[in-house]
């Protein structure tokens, strides 16, 4: 149906990591995509040379695309051709295999935890630091390979809920308590038998993303000779991470302190009043609302509303007065859509859109 | 099987609001009692006239006692003639009828949140503020009634764990966020459809309890002339309250500021070493341990650990430094049990062990 | 956008009962529908006079439709001026108030089981018995008034999937457990604290439902005169019920015996070849399988299937020989879509396609 | 307390894989048993020498019987010393490791499936088929040894159900359908993302077992010579198992067909009147009630039921006439208590009692 013309400008994916939840879940979100077309589906060598079909224990609720169902599954150790590596594997083995893609020359967009603190590799978020893609002319791989990296589903949570807030009165302190859906630990995950009418106090490894990221992420891009730098933020964030029995969407109640004096109605405002960079909006995968706002005091919740926006829109709502800190409120992200998959994908439309990524097929 | 001396100093036990959630847990908890004995069921008109068994829906996982069974409930406009009333009724009537039960000199230990914010009515948790019972001395009530309370559920999770590190340290700022179970809502309660894989952000009314009951319950007794009164502390409280799919057991996520320089070990051995006052250690319903501190980061969770001596101990765990305040940390409670019906049960023992009970039966 | 001639000639639809929960799902569902256009929301006097946003606890996963939020809820004592109702109303009123809308003489589209079993009533699934449409001509309701009623939710999920066999084997018996979602007991339904972690083996009055319906549904229209009839068909059902914690779609275990031999081969042939009526093929709310048949063992699954055709297709799978009766199988149907709202508003596509319910506006 | 007499007549218990679900459930249940002493925790190599509290992802509400938290595991290739070995391995290995232990003179109560129909092996239930104990002396280990089985958990539920109307009517068909608990697939099992809000209509294995044990388990026992035999029963058994989100009890609706004609009076009376055999009532495990009878409709549930008679009582309820076959009932079993590990010891219990295990410490 697409004629020549549009398939030879279409950018070329790989997966990496495809046969697990987060691969998953890029192979969902860019079935019919626009710009990026999977033309690599790439995963541990047990499942090379198997058909995606065969190779994977789909877990969406909508069928693995008929596109991809019977492609054939490479190893990691096979050479790549194609313009951007998604990946989506675990942490234990990205530092390798990402370093590879990168050394390759390919554009690797890492939903791992490996690189994101390298202060060379963007940690980014294309409706809060875009500015921050410059970074990778600091990052030395040959033939133009680079690393960005999205952050950990609930700093993302986090981030974007309280950007506004942090553009508009300057943030001092951040005080987090997470209630983080079951996708989030993959599959198989969490047991059923550990989970089922409980709160699991403790997630491994979680609070610590939580306390170091978002300083990062809304640290200063000075683009200085010659390497451009991020200086990151210096405030407070204490993290309490549980789990409860939600299959998508963090909950996240967020405390904050300002550095100047706001009142309930400058929170609100600031809140309904943010809107997307116009160089992000456009993007095919930026939703209308980058954030809603709830009056309603049930909202958000979990199975209601983590689907705004296809995912992609951040809900915050309980707004009020905080007697230890400033203000309190909920934020609710979709984990593995914005938290993940989605925003990697927003992020390589970013780059795209910036032409630091181009089709090199011909 | 008992004797007629046991049976004549028995205490004679009223349970006002009996077919309700937390009636059927005095129920469940009073049966074989060692002082009380349960001698009138008491409930709204509907079900008056009919047996226990027919006015009720009963919710126990173990059966009705069979002593309790057949009896006839009560109407609430019928006298009673008991020596306590114990009261789980809505606080849209609890007023009413509580007034009216102390008016007959009865000892009311109730349930409700009417009279808790009363000058005159102790907020009590017998290991933790045993002295206000002797603010029922400034209570007018005609032929010795009186009426106790006790706090809101989550506030005696928050109030039992933060117990020692009041005494030890000071406290300046206490901040909180729950997850709560379903129970806590009654019966109906929560409708299946609202919670199945969710979390609500919003419960009504509960954040207020928490933000102030703690500052009564804290505060100091001075036994003043000509009537004894309750300094209340004063400390900021911020809480933020959500209700998830567990059964039994609140667990709150807690963070506080003290007074006093404490360390790690300090806060942890304060947690370990709070022993109840000796007064209370010997009561019935009193637990072998009143707090159980779990080093094991994946400790409490609801399932698991609710049920620790009997339902009446509360757990703490995941102590760390707070980067915001001073120190954080979870702590679990039985939100019907330690939370209402049992922590009503131990604050009437406490009465009776001081004397301010006695069976007026003869 | 829609042109004047267009707009003429939709069909004006009210919902009775719109602010219940299958109410809900039928606002839901014709919001876009290409040829009904919801003029009246039709509810208890309580809600008359308010917004729809406002007399309505809003269930959906996405917002009210922007079409309806604002409009004004009629109460049933109000004269209506619509084409078709659609009546969600529970059993208790809907006898009395359905027939008030025949007499005066709209089409009355009903999900409730007061008139179901009537001889003169269709009790219509269109790709199952389109036939009995022809049953209204019996209906003697004054101004060509008439009522059609769709079945039970569970009795949908049998009939639906049973149907091919019985065309093709004849059937002598059918045995059915069902495992039933929370939302057939509409809002609030079932207390979370009866339906946590549990599964209850009783639903009032759906095994009666399950062991009739299905006769009079599978019968054999007679177009005879004066009146037409259905002659309902004669063979054992056998229902036992139970609920489970499930939101969307009744999963049910099936056995079945033949009149006629037939193999394993020929039972998946069956229900594979079986297709839609092309009178009702396309139907705006016909979906693109009737039947979806199982291979994986592991389907089908409620919250994997469910959406299926958009709610509409009915999945079967785990088909194999039953050592007691003939043949066994799982089927699985979207209880409120299929089995009420989307199945009544198929109901109405075929009336109107088939000329007996037309647009009166002018 | 106990004196060094009472010491020395204990019957030293090895429990073979102690670490996993079966094997903690062993470790809770013997704890303060009368008879029975774990004198051994026997793992796979990997726990060898680890302390059991540190081997261990213990499972239970409550904690490690302090008894055996710091015992020090023993691999499986250990010689072992004791009198009985209860194994709760898998399938994938009980066949050599439970040979083993039968050929070192032990006796083997086996949970595992590999020897259940072995005809010289008895696959027992105490009150139903006591007498098949005496198969052992048809098997030839070497030294004594012998090997006796436990049912499928979800056999155990349908045969301890249908015993007392095997008994009164003979059964002519058994068409089950089962909706099984979460503990049932061992730890970690079922993934909490493919049940939450979930059915499985499938589980591996599971149909077969139920749809043949039961002819084993009510097979007549001949006490030929040489060997004694049980000739199997032969009725139809169809079975369909599902997985719903239950952390214990395996909820079974079942149909049967009897030789004789019975009126629903008469089977009623079946299940309420049946009682243990005596030499099985006095034993430690044996619950106070075999069968527990339900006339409310809403029971038995799992979650208020399970724990009947400690989890060894078996529930039945729903009874009503089935259309297709005679009669219709659903059946509760805790599936890891009487299903399993408290079957297991109540087999041991029976066998102590008839002098086929003694104690040979000394």
Redesign the interface.
């Given at each position: 149906m697409r004629n020549h013309q549009e398939m030879k400008n279409r950018i070329r994916v790989g997966i990496l990591g495809a046969t697990g939840a987060v691969g998953q879940k890029f192979v969902e979100l860019l079935d019919g995509h626009p710009w990026f077309e999977i033309t690599e589906l790439i995963a541990s060598e047990r499942s090379a040379g198997k058909s995606y079909r065969d190779a994977t224990g789909w877990?969406g609720?909508k069928a693995i695309p008929d596109t991809m169902a019977n492609v054939t599954v490479r190893g990691v150790k096979e050479k790549s051709d194609c313009d951007i590596v998604f990946s989506g594997v675990d942490s234990s083995v990205a530092t390798e295999l990402e370093s590879g893609y990168a050394s390759e020359g390919l554009s690797v967009i890492s939903n791992a935890r490996n690189f994101r603190m390298d202060p060379t590799v963007p940690l980014l978020i294309p409706e809060v630091n875009p500015e921050h893609v410059s970074l990778i002319k600091s990052q030395t791989w040959p033939n133009d390979g680079f690393i960005i990296t999205n952050p950990n589903c609930s700093t993302v949570g986090v981030v974007c809920s309280v950007k506004p807030l942090f553009d508009a009165f300057g943030l001092q302190?951040?005080?987090v308590?997470t209630?983080q859906a079951?996708?989030g630990a993959g599959?198989?995950?969490?047991?059923?038998?550990?989970?089922?009418?409980?709160?699991?106090?403790?997630i491994?490894g979680e609070e610590e993303k939580v306390?170091t990221e978002p300083l990062k992420i809304l640290g200063t891009f000075v683009d200085s000779v010659p390497s451009p730098v991020v200086n990151n933020e210096e405030f407070?964030?204490?993290a309490?991470c549980?789990r409860?029995?939600?299959?998508d969407g963090h909950?996240i109640?967020i405390?904050v302190?300002f550095k100047e004096n706001a009142s309930l109605e400058d929170v609100e405002s600031a809140f309904r009043n943010f809107n997307s960079p116009s160089e992000v909006a456009g993007l095919p995968s930026s939703p209308d609302e980058f954030l809603t706002f709830f009056e309603d005091?049930?909202?958000?919740?979990?199975?209601?509303h983590v689907?705004l926006g296809g995912g992609m829109t951040v809900s915050v709502?309980?707004l009020k007065r905080?007697?230890?800190?400033d203000y309190?409120f909920?934020a609710l992200v979709h984990n593995t859509i914005r938290g993940a998959a989605g925003g990697a994908i927003l992020n390589a439309e970013l780059l795209v859109s910036k032409g630091l990524i181009k089709s090199r097929a011909n």
């Open positions: 877990l609720r302190a951040l005080h308590t209630m079951l996708s599959y198989p995950g969490v047991s059923s038998l550990d989970i089922q009418g409980n709160v699991l106090p403790f491994a306390e407070a964030i204490s309490q549980n409860v029995s939600v299959v909950l109640s405390s302190r005091p049930n909202g958000p919740q979990p199975v209601r689907m709502g309980r905080c007697s230890v800190l309190r909920v």
